[in-house]
């Protein structure tokens, strides 16, 4: 799980007004690891050990894909671009990295690209990781050696978080904070927050700022203002 660094805020009309950043940095020590991303992670954590050079991680959004992506960029020389940024330009630039992870990949996406990377990849020896929202040998390309290369590659899903890992992360950072919570105020955010990583990280970084901000105890009509935020 990752902890956004919201910036400054300011209060109108008694609303909180966040900046949210448009760089989301990840690190190795926050990744939450539970069954539902065990596979996963082991995976991109055993660099350079991968039983295959090309893997596909596969999630709904918020699941962790993106801060796996950065646990890689960060053990090896990588060039990391999304899916719709893809151009001629990325041969050259993929040519000088040892790896390349490709983000949130679109099924209109080239396809004499997409197999021209995946070639190179091969053929050098480099590592390729794929993201994506569904496996991609769910996905209806056209090109028949392209469709032979996926599935020739590791496909490894995850999923979002339960609500066991939930109410741990929940409550090993409201620990952090210092926050006395009562398990009846955990088991409430449960069953009402989106089950997302993301959306887990934003409510309590803005619970914590607008419990300091407006000076509100803790409790549940807090915790009802700040779920409707995010």
């Given at each position: 799980?990752?902890?956004?660094?919201?910036?400054?805020?300011?209060?109108?009309?008694?609303?909180?007004?966040?900046?949210?950043?448009?760089?989301?940095?990840?690190?190795?020590?926050?990744?939450?690891?539970?069954?539902?991303?065990?596979?996963?992670?082991?995976?991109?954590?055993?660099?350079?050990?991968?039983?295959?050079?090309?893997?596909?991680?596969?999630?709904?959004?918020?699941?962790?894909?993106?801060?796996?992506?950065?646990?890689?960029?960060?053990?090896?020389?990588?060039?990391?671009?999304?899916?719709?940024?893809?151009?001629?330009?990325?041969?050259?630039?993929?040519?000088?990295?040892?790896?390349?992870?490709?983000?949130?990949?679109?099924?209109?996406?080239?396809?004499?690209?997409?197999?021209?990377?995946?070639?190179?990849?091969?053929?050098?020896?480099?590592?390729?990781?794929?993201?994506?929202?569904?496996?991609?040998?769910?996905?209806?390309?056209?090109?028949?050696?392209?469709?032979?290369?996926?599935?020739?590659?590791?496909?490894?899903?995850?999923?979002?978080?339960?609500?066991?890992?939930?109410?741990?992360?929940?409550?090993?950072?409201?620990?952090?904070?210092?926050?006395?919570?009562?398990?009846?105020?955990?088991?409430?955010?449960?069953?009402?927050?989106?089950?997302s990583y993301e959306k887990i990280s934003q409510f309590?970084?803005?619970?914590?700022?607008?419990?300091?901000?407006?000076?509100?105890?803790?409790?549940?009509?807090?915790?009802?203002?700040?779920?409707?935020?995010?």
């Open positions: 799980m990752i902890i956004r660094d919201f910036g400054n805020f300011t209060q109108m009309n008694d609303q909180l007004i966040l900046k949210f950043p448009t760089h989301q940095a990840y690190k190795k020590e926050d990744f939450y690891v539970s069954p539902s991303n065990q596979e996963a992670y082991d995976f991109i954590n055993s660099w350079p050990k991968w039983i295959k050079r090309i893997i596909n991680i596969f999630g709904p959004p918020g699941s962790g894909k993106s801060h796996l992506a950065s646990i890689l960029k960060n053990k090896t020389s990588c060039l990391s671009i999304n899916s719709n940024d893809l151009d001629e330009k990325t041969f050259l630039k993929f040519k000088t990295k040892e790896a390349l992870i490709i983000e949130n990949l679109d099924e209109k996406i080239s396809e004499k690209l997409l197999f021209s990377l995946w070639n190179i990849a091969l053929q050098d020896n480099k590592y390729f990781l794929i993201t994506s929202r569904r496996p991609i040998n769910s996905y209806k390309f056209k090109l028949n050696d392209l469709v032979s290369r996926i599935n020739s590659s590791l496909i490894v899903g995850i999923n979002l978080p339960s609500d066991d890992l939930i109410s741990v992360i929940l409550t090993k950072n409201f620990s952090d904070r210092q926050i006395k919570v009562e398990k009846k105020h955990i088991d409430y955010i449960i069953k009402r927050i989106d089950r309590i970084l803005i619970l914590d700022k607008y419990s300091l901000k407006k000076g509100s105890p803790f409790g549940l009509k807090l915790i009802k203002e700040v779920l409707k935020m995010v």
